[in-house]
């Protein structure tokens, strides 16, 4: 029994951690952290040291299933798919390509993600494709395209450590992205000030310098006021702003309305605290901003991120080392996701899906006419079938009946469908919609990339061989397009070849290649004849738009605000131990075994109004629905304020959430909603929402 | 205790460890530390002689070998319906080629923890352990702070190799070979070696003072373990501290001499029933096998009781328990040393910036003012 | 060499007590215990596909090697056992740890202050006493949240008629017996005549502790008193570390600790102000 190492990259978060996958006998044993690895330095989050268990799991798919009278039955590859290709087919010929459609993963590698847009679009020649992005990062592609041309982090996670303010809005990291959390404590111990903008008081918020602890939803005011002051002290950066940037005056004009005064009333931010902030961001040499879901999932979402630019632009905080504007997504390929083009709009490189010569460049590429009209997101497709007519999805490694907003609507739509295609490890609640289920290959078990959040393509692969029939999402889609009756298109033998194709279609990506990337530790990506060696740092000298936009954004109400029948605010987080929708994290003894008891975090004054004891049972409603869980005590949350973890499928938040949505992006407002709590009786244990079995679709 | 160690004390003189190892080679399957592409050290089982040993500088790798011996993840015993049946590791011979001294001392300490345990022993008896003098201070190791190396210490490996000069105009050196146990001694029989004598001993020993002054000044650990032992550093700072704690583990699962474990059953797939799309457990399930894996005391739910209670429900109160662990002089009548060798892993792999010289710092900082 | 393999017990009886309790009765399957097994000791028991957790004997095994535990239904491995009967196999390890200093409480006054579950690890102590004829000096003052949660009810009926036995309530108690066990300690503790020699205890750890305390407050020595702890337990040898209580492994040096000892210990690390909970009876 010998034991072997391969490098590859975390497969959770967007942080892109190096590991050591160690193995013997075909079976992940154990991670190493990589001391060399450029992000992760020899560190490791509790997600990452768990992985071993994420992929070994005892109950991973090994074979095609399909499913008759309500029942699975192990079918052939052959079978499965030319049933999928001729159901596909006979939508397209029926209904129309806007009939079909995709779901990629945001954990699926570039490779994957690229080969489920060309399908899309070159086989099905439809732009129905999508991922999660949608409900973590949209409104920041769409706000930040729009301020400065261009949605990705601008500046590297080692720029932390060359910061000397950092600001956190809305972004938990020591819990959701630990590596970088970590990096911004150790730079707050290294003397930069730290200032977290928060309504929880979150680990980060208790080492802060500052924690504005702000109410839910009035992030806009917020920001808007500390423009205000600013403006009003002169501490903007006059020089900075005459030389790249436009619609100062009218910004500045617009937010004079936000007095520090209304602003305190709004945000029940200390009015002092708020010129502190100000001065410290403002002032600072190099100031690094990074935010994260708290201001993206609103219904004023791509306004939030607009308001954060804004910001960052007046101060000059951007182009330089150490500042920046800086998402923090979330999982580990969401960048990826978005750079490969599975967006309905774009193509690869954020190539316009409705510019005629990108479609024309990809249709001579491709040898085959593309899709013409506008795509669906997946909300889009969801609707679309609840009303008849959209017909067939393929969904890769996603579980959108667990972590979309409104899961009884999503359901219905899945079962509405006349075929729902699922491409997964495990038989997750999706899964056990499908009519086809799928086996796909874990990270761990095939050669690709990962783009994590700082824009480094990074080289992963392959430690062990897939369990039984498992095999590659771009292999099944290259056989399916075979079946399609496309045997050429999608013809690659190794994914090194579906990367140069993607590589020599795009600007961005020019430059890489496998053999680049494993020499550099990976490239940031652009990566072309002008920066061949990467960018570590975006808009030194200009903007992709020419000079940054500053657009006043007005502080709006939720859409939902707590009343007389749904007294408490309520918001969704994360918890440090799982990911996603938990079907790996919760694989793992430890991790699964740190979950509290009770998953309704409420501050103890709000339980003993209540007349609850820590670990009792509530039901929690709001106007969409209601589930049962335990509460759990925390003085991260103030009263008044409820929150839920996302993960967990026994009590899923998203029966709670509100979809109401950014109408830029239909970015669902997960971040808050309205909910009432009933106590249940002191020994009733909560009912769990698990779906029964595999032939029901849904129970509610 | 098993008697692994009757001092036998042969000393040899070698020009090129290759021709030890080709000969190990022919007994034993080669485990050493190689460097990837990146400069990456890992400890690394290896077939042939592809990859040349590093050897003399500072390459203590970032994992330790403890997986080697108390492997991170391993099948206990299997339930067949009616039995139970132990399943042992099936292991063959190995040579650990090159131990530094600071992991050499940790596995004398888990050879102790871990006395009578049957899959530890079972790994552990066909080990050949090739120790190495370090002939720099290492980036984070304060090995003599904790009287752990950095040269290898009296009985915790087989053989110890120590380079006496080297030649750095032909590339070639001169290396002392001991061979310290009875299983040192015949791992060895066969070769042609020369013999050492006195003045090569006395050699070594020079050596290791000129080591050992290279350390910087880490005299904050000291002081800090002192603290730690009569009580004084207060509940306060244990606070501050633990608030950087994450609880990803790194620290217990790189830090040489952890050995806390949980164990977990999995239920056998059965072959007719190639996928359970119910991922409830069922009871009419026969067959499982319980498995066991590294755990760690920074959890909170290392202790947390199926009642809710929780000992050690405070982030404090677990990382000071990792500390207590490692620097306890309550500890030093089982083991005769501390837990902790001075690797420094765990400052390395902390997220939180609380490895042990953060940690010991702020103590001494604190304390001593 | 330490055998973490269990070996193969099944089960012969079971039966229902309070209202998430239950008696099981078990018998080796193809062994005979090997070490004798002393009242206040614990094993490990095992269930395949799910998991393993430390048990009590409630009554140490008789000459067939029958041993009896009584398990309440807390969590994933009890809820698991619940739903198995007679005939089930499993698995077993043990016996473990240190039980009660029987040795010392032959005729001396003795005080056991159990609460909700915490009555199972100390009646084969209280039958023990029984048995032996040293019953006269025996008080059981047994705490539970309400007449729901009390166990044991066959054996109670049974040493009433042997033994004092004092019933307290958390809600629903008549005056002199509601509320906690601290209470009534005070008061028991007042009179003269009931002066115990030594205090047995065994319930919350909270309880124990206020128990514990409330003791020497009157007057007895920390060294009278003995507890018996919970911990989470993997293994039962100590190698799994998970019982820890400083330096000492509940699953060896205890789980019966003598308060004094378990003092010393305590006070080897840092004592960091806890959240306030107050205990509750499982
Ligand atoms: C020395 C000792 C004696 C005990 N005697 C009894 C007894 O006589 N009767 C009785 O009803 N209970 C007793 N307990 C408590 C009993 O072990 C727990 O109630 C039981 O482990 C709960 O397991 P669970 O899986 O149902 O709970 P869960 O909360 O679902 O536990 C999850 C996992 O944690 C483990 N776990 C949780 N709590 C403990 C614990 N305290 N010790 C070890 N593992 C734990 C379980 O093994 C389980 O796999 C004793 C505990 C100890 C330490
Ligand atoms: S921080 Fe993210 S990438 Fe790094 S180990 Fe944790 S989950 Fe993985
Ligand atoms: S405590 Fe830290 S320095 Fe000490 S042995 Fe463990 S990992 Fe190494
Ligand atoms: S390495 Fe640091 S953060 Fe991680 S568990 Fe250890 S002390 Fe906590
Ligand atoms: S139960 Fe494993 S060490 Fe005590």
């Not at chain 1, 460049?361 to 079938?385: C, D, N």
């Not at chain 2, 750095?168 to 020369?194: F, Q, R, Y």
């Not at chain 2, 067959?287 to 982030?315: M, V, Y």
């Amino acid at each position: 029994m010998s034991q072997t190492q391969v490098n590859s990259i975390c497969p959770f978060c967007g942080v892109g951690c190096g590991i050591a996958l160690v193995a013997s006998d075909n079976n992940i044993t154990a991670v190493q952290p990589l001391s060399k690895h450029p992000i992760s330095q020899g560190k490791l989050c509790a997600k990452g040291w768990n992985t071993p268990f994420g992929i070994n799991h005892h109950d991973r798919l090994t074979q095609p299933l399909m499913k008759v009278d309500g029942e699975f039955r192990v079918v052939s590859w052959k079978h499965a798919l030319s049933h999928i290709a001729e159901n596909l087919k006979q939508f397209i010929c029926e209904s129309g390509p806007q009939s079909v459609g995709l779901i990629s993963s945001a954990r699926a590698t570039n490779e994957d993600n690229y080969a489920a847009q060309k399908f899309a679009r070159a086989v099905l020649k439809t732009n129905n494709i999508d991922h999660c992005a949608r409900i973590c990062h949209s409104p920041t592609v769409a706000g930040l395209k729009k301020t400065l041309g261009s949605g990705a982090m601008t500046n590297s996670i080692d720029d932390v450590g060359k910061a000397d303010v950092i600001l956190v809005i809305g972004a938990d990291p020591t819990e959701n992205h630990a590596i970088i959390g970590g990096k911004i404590m150790k730079a707050k111990l290294r003397g930069a000030k730290l200032i977290v903008v928060d309504p929880r008081q979150t680990r980060l918020a208790k080492v802060a310098d500052l924690h504005l602890q702000l109410n839910i939803g009035t992030n806009i005011a917020l920001l808007n006021g500390l423009l205000n002051i600013i403006f009003a002290h002169g501490w903007q950066n006059d020089e900075f702003i005459a030389r790249r940037c436009e619609g100062a005056d009218a910004l500045k004009a617009h937010v004079a309305d936000y007095t520090v005064e209304k602003v305190s009333v709004i945000t029940g931010v200390d009015g002092a605290d708020l010129v502190k902030a100000a001065k410290l961001y403002s002032q600072a040499n190099a100031a690094f901003l990074a935010y994260g879901m708290g201001i993206t999932q609103f219904v004023s979402g791509t306004n939030n991120v607009i308001a954060v630019s804004n910001l960052a632009l007046i101060c000059g905080q951007i182009g330089r080392e150490g500042t920046g504007i800086n998402p923090l997504r979330g999982q580990n390929n969401v960048q990826g996701a978005c750079d490969m083009g599975c967006l309905p709009n774009v193509y690869p490189d954020y190539q316009s899906a409705n510019d005629e010569q990108v479609r024309s460049k990809f249709s001579r590429a491709w040898q085959t006419e593309v899709a013409r009209l506008p795509g669906l997101t997946s909300l889009g497709m969801s609707h679309q079938a609840r009303h008849g007519n959209f017909r067939g999805l393929l969904i890769f490694g996603e579980d959108p009946v667990v972590t979309d907003p409104d899961r009884n609507k999503v359901a219905q739509g899945l079962r509405a469908m006349d075929l729902l295609v699922v491409i997964e490890l495990s038989m997750t609640e999706t899964a056990k919609m499908a009519d086809i289920v799928l086996p796909a290959a874990s990270f761990a078990e095939k050669r690709g990339t990962f783009t994590n959040c700082e824009r480094r393509v990074q080289l992963i692969h392959k430690a062990v061989s897939p369990p039984g029939e498992a095999k590659i999402d771009w292999q099944i889609l290259s056989e399916l397009a075979k079946e399609m009756g496309f045997p050429e298109l999608m013809n690659w033998q190794t994914s090194e070849q579906v990367f140069d194709e993607m590589c020599k279609l795009t600007d961005s990506f020019s430059g890489m290649s496998y053999p680049r990337l494993k020499q550099n530790n990976g490239l940031q990506w652009p990566c072309n004849n002008e920066y061949p060696d990467g960018s570590r740092c975006l808009h030194s000298t200009t903007f992709p738009i020419g000079k940054g936009k500053l657009i006043p954004v007005y502080h709006v109400l939720t859409d939902e605000v707590p009343d007389a029948e749904y007294p408490y605010w309520f918001t969704t987080m994360r918890l440090h131990f799982h990911y996603g929708c938990g079907s790996m994290t919760r694989q793992s003894p430890l991790l699964e075994r740190e979950t509290p008891i009770g998953l309704l975090f409420i501050h103890p004054q709000d339980a003993l109004d209540l007349g609850l004891k820590n670990h009792q049972g509530v039901t929690v409603s709001s106007r969409r629905g209601c589930v049962e869980t335990r509460i759990e005590f925390s003085n991260q949350v103030s009263p008044g304020l409820l929150s839920m973890p996302y993960h967990f499928k026994e009590a899923p938040s998203n029966f709670l959430t509100n979809d109401a949505m950014d109408p830029i992006t239909e970015m669902p407002e997960l971040k808050v909603c309205a909910v009432n709590i009933i106590p249940l009786p002191e020994n009733q244990p909560p009912r769990s929402s698990v779906l029964s079995d595999a032939g029901s679709r849904v129970s509610q | 205790m098993i008697e692994r160690y009757n001092i036998v004390n042969n000393r040899y003189l070698l020009k090129d460890l290759g021709v030890l190892k080709h000969h190990l080679a022919k007994y034993y399957s080669v485990v050493q530390i190689q460097k990837d592409a990146d400069g990456e050290k890992l400890w690394t089982e290896q077939f042939g002689d592809k990859i040349e040993p590093l050897f003399g500088h500072n390459h203590l790798p970032l994992t330790s070998p403890k997986g080697f011996l108390f492997a991170e993840k391993e099948v206990l015993y299997k339930f067949d319906g009616e039995t139970f049946k132990t399943i042992l590791p099936q292991v063959q011979p190995k040579v650990m080629f090159g131990v530094q001294a600071c992991d050499l001392s940790a596995i004398a300490y888990q050879d102790k923890f871990f006395e009578h345990d049957p899959y530890y022993q079972k790994r552990r008896e066909n080990i050949l352990l090739v120790g190495i003098d370090c002939e720099s201070p290492c980036v984070t190791g304060f090995c003599v702070q904790v009287d752990a190396g950095p040269h290898v210490k009296d009985n915790t490996a087989d053989l110890v190799l120590s380079r006496l000069n080297v030649d750095d105009a032909n590339g070639s050196s001169e290396w002392l070979v001991i061979a310290a146990t009875e299983k040192g001694i015949n791992s060895i029989k066969g070769m042609t070696l020369d013999k050492a004598d006195n003045k090569h001993l006395k050699l070594r020993t020079k050596l290791l003072e000129k080591v050992r002054s290279e350390f910087v000044d880490y005299s904050y650990i000291s002081n800090a373990i002192e603290y730690l032992n009569n009580n004084s550093v207060p509940a306060q700072l244990w606070e501050e501290l633990s608030v950087r704690c994450l609880g990803c583990s790194g620290c217990t699962n790189l830090c040489p001499t952890c050995s806390c474990y949980t164990t977990y059953d999995v239920v056998e797939q059965q072959p007719e029933k190639p996928v359970s799309i119910s991922r409830e457990v069922k009871l009419e399930v026969t067959k499982s096998e319980t498995i066991r894996c590294w755990d760690s005391c920074l959890f909170e739910g290392f202790q947390k009781e199926a009642s809710g209670h929780n000992p050690s429900q405070k982030a404090a109160q677990r990382v000071e328990r990792f500390w207590f662990h490692k620097f306890s002089d309550e500890y030093l009548p089982e083991f005769q040393r501390y837990g902790c060798v001075g690797c420094g892993r765990c400052e390395q792999t902390c997220p939180g910036t609380i490895g042990v010289h953060s940690v010991m710092k702020r103590i001494d900082q604190q304390c001593c003012s | 060499m330490l055998q973490l393999t269990p070996q193969t017990i099944r089960i012969v009886d079971v039966y229902d007590d309070g209202s998430h309790a239950r008696h099981f009765t078990f018998e080796p399957k193809g062994f005979v215990h090997d070490n004798p097994i002393s009242i206040g000791q614990f094993f490990m028991l095992t269930l395949p596909g799910v998991g393993l957790a430390p048990f009590t004997y409630t009554s140490i095994p008789d000459k067939t090697g029958r041993f009896n535990a009584l398990i309440r239904n807390v969590g994933h491995l009890t809820e698991k056992l619940f739903s198995l009967g007679k005939g089930d196999v499993l698995g077993y390890n043990g016996p473990f740890g240190r039980g009660w200093p029987v040795g010392l409480i032959k005729h001396k006054e003795v005080l056991i202050v159990a609460g909700g579950c915490g009555l199972a690890p100390v009646a084969a102590t209280i039958d023990y006493l029984i048995n032996n004829g040293y019953s006269k000096s025996v008080t059981l003052l047994y705490a539970t949240r309400d007449s729901a949660s009390q166990v044991l009810k066959k054996e109670r009926t049974r040493w009433s008629s042997s033994i004092k036995l004092i019933e307290t309530l958390e809600v629903g108690g008549d005056s002199d017996h509601s509320g906690l066990p601290t209470q009534y300690l005070s008061h028991l503790l007042n009179k003269d005549d009931q002066y115990p020699d030594i205090v047995l205890t065994c319930g919350p750890e909270a309880m124990m502790m206020a128990v514990a305390n409330s003791c020497v407050d009157l007057g007895l020595k920390t060294s009278d008193i003995w507890m018996s702890i919970e911990r989470r337990m993997r293994c039962g040898v100590g190698l799994c570390g998970h019982c820890y209580v400083a330096n000492s492994y509940a699953c060896q040096q205890g789980p019966t600790y003598r308060y004094d000892e378990y003092l010393a210990l305590e006070s080897k690390t840092v004592a960091f102000e806890k959240d306030k909970v107050l205990f509750q009876y499982c």
